[in-house]
């Protein structure tokens, strides 16, 4: 079975700093990797997914990640972050494979921005 | 296009009493999940469904009953409320087939107290 770790609970970070979430995960096979963002109060929205192929993927809002596949990671990056950044993000692994559709999430790790 | 509605929003509820939470979806999605969130604890998932008429447990299935009559429904049930099932709970729908199966769409969000 699939797991994800998010070692890192709260982050602060400037307005305009460059910022990596931490996403660790463990799967037997090549893993279906997702980063969503939870704004206060809303619901989940996909940021960006990795299922196969080039292993540096382009999201939404400016932020990517990488699968490193020698370090079971697929951590989170922004270059340069705005104040509207600030809300959850949650990494998830999903099983490959049509039949199994199930995707397990970390514990999230909390973005604040210092002005 | 609506993508993942549920209602209600918000609810509170006295221990023992009974509510049912409602998912729609308005993609055609052959997969619907119910997942609660807690406080540090990330989404779990609570049951899901395969396709209309078909349902199975999730990781925290115990004191809830679902049911999926229509394609486009999915429906939470909670027969004797407790305060352990105070949460907020997200509906989520995706498609079945390949890669984009694990991709899943949220809704809002139901912020649930049982008192």
């Known amino acids: 079975a699939q797991s994800v770790t998010q070692p890192d609970i709260h982050i602060t970070v400037s307005e305009g700093a460059s910022l990596e979430l931490r996403c660790n995960y463990s799967?037997?096979?090549?893993?279906?990797l997702f980063w969503y963002v939870q704004s206060p109060g809303q619901g989940l929205q996909l940021l960006l997914k990795?299922?196969?192929?080039?292993?540096l993927v382009q999201g939404i809002k400016g932020f990517e990640a990488e699968f490193k596949r020698s370090q079971s990671s697929f951590n989170l990056r922004k270059p340069s972050v705005h104040w509207s950044d600030a809300a959850e993000y949650f990494c998830?692994?999903?099983?490959?494979?049509?039949?199994?559709?199930?995707?397990?999430f970390g514990s999230g790790t909390r973005l604040s921005i210092r002005p | 296009n609506a993508g993942v509605t549920q209602t209600p929003k918000f609810r509170v509820l006295k221990t023992g009493q009974s509510m049912t939470l409602l998912c729609a979806q308005d993609?055609?999605?052959?997969?619907m999940y119910w997942y609660r969130q807690d406080p540090g604890m990330g989404l779990r998932l609570i049951h899901y469904s395969v396709g209309e008429g078909t349902t199975a447990k999730g990781e925290v299935p115990d004191g809830y009953n679902v049911s999926r009559l229509k394609k486009q429904n999915f429906l939470l049930g909670l027969e004797s409320a407790a305060p352990s099932q105070t949460s907020v709970y997200f509906c989520?729908?995706?498609?079945?087939?390949?890669?984009?199966?694990?991709?899943?769409?949220f809704g809002p969000g139901t912020r649930l107290t049982v008192l």
């Open positions: 990795y299922f196969s192929g080039d292993t």
């Open positions: 993609m055609n999605h052959e997969y």
């Open positions: 799967y037997g096979a090549t893993p279906y």
């Open positions: 998830a692994v999903g099983a490959s494979g049509s039949s199994a559709s199930k995707i397990i």
């Open positions: 989520a729908s995706s498609y079945s087939i390949g890669e984009r199966g694990n991709e899943q769409f």
